[in-house]
């Protein structure tokens, strides 16, 4: 059968058209809602008033409904694809969460409220706090961080108070060199200077070179575990017992606890704080940059330390501590109300969903899947470590040598096949990075699909058919851009073909 081409030779995508920007397409008094005429008013605001234009695109409800969902038929999402990004970018979010935050009493609460008129948005603080204490074993939890970057910066923050309390100026934190940037960036915030720990050759923490380093300046470590290269940090304890043998304490980044959630508690590994992402974890959205929630759960050393404002429940019913006056150690606000109201009635629907054996069994099936994965395409790809993964399967661009084929060469051709790629060139510590991170909720089938996908690029590398490569993506409503130039000067505008 021959397709339709247009001018160019090329077969257009008959259901991604091209379509004027939505500012080209308004025109003014052109509107979605019929409002009525202003009435005759008084100006009172004198030169305080608007002169120009607003500049917003007159447009009609149709035309607003085809914009958005034409834009969100542009991108490989995980609503239309395999998205092996993972928990720590999106996974799947169960759509009774969405229900559930959409109800009335929840979506349009006020943050100033009477508090008479918010206690069962209190209690569900509170209740979501319990499950999070109970996951983890720590004593206490702050809820109000908005991301898992500010609760790093939160945890860190209790740290230096704890310091400062003891009369202590420690400047140095240890973090090993496979780190999320956040982790350095968190802490040269709070003042502290960063120095980075090798990896062993099993990429994990180097124990001798972190023993090294420790010493009376040293703050505080930050590991995550599991860690970037998706391995468990074997040797928890003992590090653990080695920071606190220097006087310094244990930070622990929590990404990537829906690898472990249900089956290993952070506190029986020795940690002080660690920062949850409720919207990686616990499945609460957030594509598009936001919103994110980032509770940091603390030991009783700490807890005296953590941010205003929080839910206490008294006889009375639930109140908040919101002044320094009651809580004089406190850091501190970090925004300006509770926390991530939405993403906290998410999470505690997932919570409530799954139940403790749910949870346990989602964990279970994340760290089965990555290791399906990577069994089943480690003889034709290189896997960066020995041994099983957790939730991720690494592996780098030896497989590609001689080939004239990059890992972006791959990503871009996965896009041709109907997969959006996996995590490129992160974590940095091995060569071209390409970390795969199914989670628990694809079935067998698609990740047979996607095996089946990569085994084939693998052969058509091999087979000398790099040209094929370096032209992809054809079947994207975009083809190869020059990424810097793309991020840098934006063409929105859609160029006509002729
Ligand atoms: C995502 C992530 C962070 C930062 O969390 P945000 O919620 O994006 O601020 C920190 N560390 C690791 C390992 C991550 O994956």
Redesign the pocket.
Known sequence: MNHPTNPKGETPQTLILEQPLIFEQGQEGRCGVDLPAIPEYRDRLGGLRRQDKIGLPGLSEPQVVRHYTRLSQKNYAIDSVFYPLGS?TMKHNPRLNEKLARLPGFAELHPLQPLSTVQGALELIDHLAHWLKTLTGMPAVAMSPA????G?FCGMATIKAALLARGEHRTQVLAPESA?G??PASAASLGFSVESIPATADGRVDMEILKAKLGPNTAALML?NPN?CGLFERDMIAIAKAVHQAGAYFYC?G??FNAIVGRVRPSDLGIDAMHL?L??TFSTPHGGGGP?A?PVVLSEELARFAPLPYVVHEAQGFRLVEHAAEADQSIGRLKGFHGQMGMFVRALAYLLSHGADGLWQASGDAVLSANYLLASLKDVMTASFEGPCMHEALFDDRFLKDTGVSTLDVAKALLDLGFHPMTMYFPLVVHGAMLIEPTETESRETLDEFIAALRHLVEQARDGQGEMFHSAPRNTPRRRLDETLAARKPQLRWAPLR
């Open positions: 720590c991301a898992g970057a500010q790093e999320h956040t982790n995550t970037t980044d990404a990537n992402n919207h990686k994110g980032g």
